[in-house]
Structure formats: structure tokens, C-alpha cells
């Protein structure tokens, strides 16, 4: 079963979840030396930016208890077809700088577009073209959390857990 989470805490860093994600759900034809470096060069940055946030140097562990989480919790197809599919996504992000500290949270929205390749979906920069110059794509559903009236009014459609 393929993950909805991505976590970054202890010494996982997010540029290595960013990598992981990268050669897990990327189109083979994306997956390129150069796009690597960008990918990694990109989430260095974060890296450092969520270390001074959470106190401690750049490259080194977080504090014992402090950890980001961000987990798709909704979905809007846009369009689809047999080989293509383009969506916004919907995930709640959750940071928490150490054992003492208040987790504070926050929601995201995002387009994604992806292709049937080898058998799997796979994201692709070209399905990401499309999806970005479609018409349908320009109304960006409301960042509401699931449960709230507005959500199924938004046009989400929750992800619940397999129990």
C-alpha cells in the first residue's frame, strides 16, 4: 500500500522524504540526474529552514519529540481519462518543535496530474502542463477541513482509513 504521509523527524530529513517521494511517483521519462539535484537542491532549503525553526543546526537531528507530518486527507478530480488524471489534492500538515512544544497545524491545497505508465500511475511533467492550463483547474476548491459544512460543498471527497 502506497503512503499518504510524509514525515520528517528524528534524523529523517525532508530532503531525503522529498527524494523518496521523487523515484516513488514520478513518470520514469521525469526522473532525470538534473531533476534529482533540483528536487534535493530545493529541499536542503526546507531542511534549514525547519531546523532554525525547531532550534537546532542545519544537518543535525531535530529535538527528541519534534516532528512535521503532512498527510493527504481529500482529493477533486479534475479531469480524467483511461490514461490521465489531474487533481487537487488536500493534505493537513502538523509541526511540533520539540516534547514540550504546542503541535500546531495547518491545511494545503495542490495540483497534481499523473499518467498511466508500466502499469501505475506515475506523476509526469506533461499531465502537470495540461492540468495547470486547464480551464477547470483555475477554480481552486476552498482549503477546508473535512467535516466542516464547507468541504463537500468545496467539492472534496474525504480519504478515511482502512479499518
Known amino acids: 500500500m502506497r503512503t499518504r504521509t510524509t514525515r520528517i523527524e528524528g534524523e529523517r530529513s525532508g530532503t531525503a522524504e522529498q527524494l523518496r517521494m521523487y523515484h516513488s511517483y514520478f513518470g520514469k521519462p521525469d526522473q532525470t540526474p538534473e531533476n534529482a539535484k533540483k528536487i534535493e537542491l530545493s529541499s536542503r532549503e526546507t531542511d534549514k529552514s525547519l531546523a532554525q525553526e525547531m532550534g537546532v543546526e542545519a544537518g543535525r537531528p531535530l529535538p527528541s519529540g519534534a516532528y512535521m507530518r503532512a498527510h493527504v486527507i481529500g482529493y ?10 489531474s487533481a487537487w ?75
Not at 76 to 85: A, F, G, L, Q, R
Not at 123 to 149: C, F, N, W, Y
Open 76 to 85: 477533486k478530480v479534475i479531469k480524467k481519462s483511461d490514461d490521465e488524471v
Open 89 to 163: 489534492v488536500l493534505a493537513r500538515a502538523v509541526q511540533k518543535n520539540g516534547e514540550m512544544a504546542k503541535e500546531e497545524s495547518s491545511y494545503t491545497r495542490t495540483l497534481v496530474a499523473a499518467q498511466w505508465q508500466d502499469g501505475d500511475w506515475k506523476l509526469t511533467t506533461e499531465a502537470t502542463k495540461r492540468a495547470l492550463q486547464a480551464p477547470e483547474s483555475q477554480d481552486k476548491p476552498a482549503i477546508v477541513a473535512p467535516g466542516d459544512e464547507e468541504f463537500n460543498a468545496a467539492g472534496w471527497t474525504a480519504i478515511r482509513d482502512a479499518s
